[in-house]
Every structure is written in structure tokens, then in C-alpha cells.
């Protein structure tokens, strides 16, 4: 059974940031890619950043794009989200999810299938 554990979170002033850790309990990198997702309070769940395992290549929303880098770590099972220049309007919990591998990494936040995911962390932007 594959697991995904996040860590990282908080609370954190307007233009601070932080890091979100997303680690699987076993190697599922030949199969998966990664991707963030958030939900805040009365929203929908949203898409926001997500990397192809295999060719390293990233895509973030246009919300997000130029603040928020996405990246992994292969040996160590772990794929981070470091969030900069954070705005109120990025509170929300935080999800990451394996998503199966397949899709141009630009199409996987609308395309990809989602069969793992971990288990949210909260975020606060306020001052």
C-alpha cells in the first residue's frame, strides 16, 4: 500500500514562505508524477503545481507561477513544494496526490489520474 505523508505548513505573514514535503513510503517514481493541489474554505479543489518524475519538467498555474517552485528528490522518495511571496489568497489545505504518469506535464493537473494522495496540510497566509 502506497503512502503519501506530508509535512510543513502553517501560518505565515503576507510575502513570507514556506515548504511542503510530500513523501511516498515506497519508490513509485517509474509510474507517477506529482502534483499539488489546494482547497480553500467555500472553493473548489484546485490544481496548482506538478512535476514529471521522469523528466523533471514543472508546470505551475498562472496564480501561482513565478512564487510557487515545485522539485524532487528521487533517492529520497520526496517531492517538495516551496511556496514564496505568499498571498491571503493562498490559504487553503494543501494536498499532494500521485498521479499516474501519461500526460504532457502541462495537461496533467486537468488529465492525470489520481490514485494516491496525502493527507492535507493547512496553510494561512495572514498578518
Known amino acids: 500500500q502506497v503512502q503519501l505523508v506530508q509535512s510543513g505548513g502553517g501560518l505565515v505573514q503576507p510575502g513570507g514562505s514556506l515548504r511542503l514535503s510530500c513523501a511516498a513510503s515506497v519508490s513509485i517514481w517509474d509510474r507517477y508524477d506529482i502534483a499539488w493541489f489546494r482547497q480553500a474554505p467555500g472553493k473548489e479543489r484546485e490544481g496548482v503545481s506538478c512535476i514529471s518524475m521522469i523528466t523533471n519538467r514543472t508546470y505551475h498555474v498562472a496564480s501561482v507561477r513565478g512564487r510557487f517552485d515545485i522539485s524532487r528528490d528521487v533517492a529520497k522518495n520526496t517531492v517538495f513544494l516551496q511556496m514564496n511571496s505568499l498571498k491571503p489568497e493562498d490559504t487553503a489545505i494543501y494536498y499532494c496526490?500521485?498521479?499516474?504518469?501519461?500526460?504532457?506535464?502541462?495537461?496533467?493537473?486537468?488529465?492525470?489520474?489520481?490514485?494516491?494522495w496525502g493527507q492535507g496540510t493547512q496553510v494561512t497566509v495572514s498578518s
Open positions: 496526490t500521485a498521479l499516474r504518469s501519461g500526460p504532457p506535464v502541462d495537461r496533467l493537473l486537468q488529465m492525470g489520474v489520481d490514485d494516491y
